[in-house]
């Protein structure tokens, strides 16, 4: 593939993941992981560090279309300043953990895994299953164990954490709209860590292509970063002119859709 095509690509993808994130209200990371990874099979690079290399530059993205959104809820004040300086020390090691466990795991298994994630996500939206509101925060303790889970699966499988993150700060108290900005905020952390990881665990891989650090493809970020933002928009102008359930179950699909391409 030339670059100019290549680039092409990339800025597809951003189109597709900001309008399906504005659309269906999930970070990114679930379409940019396996649409990555479809696209850097087309360019020829070397199946075993695809995934790797797919998870690491989602994460890069999110450092940039994640902190955007976190400014914004955060002038908001959506964002529980407290909560989040409770999970922070945990996302941190959770997401400097959960590279290192991903770059263990061979690209096929890494790939299975993320398919089971996938499929369960899907699950969880079509049957509606929501948090469960709780009064109070837990102990720093029991925060900062549940940051390390929540960054550690985030930065496993590419994501921004708030597939994990908006439940769980519900359970502790936070109201809809604080948790979703608090997880917001938390993504940061989690998306920086793991990609600055991510470029550590593969600097030097010899199958590394031109244009990666480490396992961040960098035409790759580019190219997602400067349409992603400007598409979430629009996407969120659809998801209100849409019913609520049409896009939850659409967005269901898709995602089972992704899960068994990557199980099967």
Not at 30 to 40: C, K, R
Not at 119 to 125: D, E, G, Q, T
Not at 187 to 196: E, N, Q, S, Y
């Amino acid at each position: 593939m030339t670059l100019a095509l290549t680039l092409l690509g990339y800025f597809a993808l951003g189109a597709a993941a900001g309008l399906m994130a504005g659309l269906f209200g999930v970070g990114g990371g679930l379409i940019i992981v396996p649409a990555l990874v479809f696209a850097f099979g087309l360019q020829g690079i070397d199946a075993g560090i695809a995934m790797h290399l797919a998870i690491g530059t989602s994460l890069a993205t999110i450092v940039v279309t994640g902190g955007s959104s976190a400014w914004a809820h955060y002038q908001r004040g959506s964002v529980q300043r407290d909560a989040f300086l409770a999970l922070l020390p945990g996302l941190m090691l959770g997401a400097v953990a959960g590279v290192f466990v991903a770059g263990a795991l061979s690209a096929g298994l890494l790939g299975t895994l993320f398919g089971v994630f996938v499929i369960l996500m899907a699950a969880r939206m079509a049957l509606g299953f929501g948090p469960r509101p709780g009064r109070r925060m837990p102990s720093r303790p029991v925060m900062v164990a549940a940051g390390s889970v929540i960054g550690g699966v985030s930065a496993l499988f590419g994501i921004g954490g708030g597939t994990l993150c908006v439940p769980w700060l519900s359970r502790c108290g936070a109201s809809m709209a604080q948790a979703i900005g608090t997880a917001a905020a938390c993504g940061m952390p989690i998306a920086l860590f793991g990609a600055v990881t991510f470029v550590v665990v593969g600097w030097g891989d010899p199958r590394l292509p031109a244009g990666a650090t480490g396992f961040v493809m960098w035409p790759a970020f580019l190219g997602i970063v400067m349409v992603s933002v400007p598409c979430a928009r629009i996407g969120v102008r659809l998801a209100h002119a849409l019913p609520a359930r049409v896009l939850r179950l659409s967005f269901a699909g898709l995602l089972l859709l992704v899960g068994l391409t990557f199980l099967f």
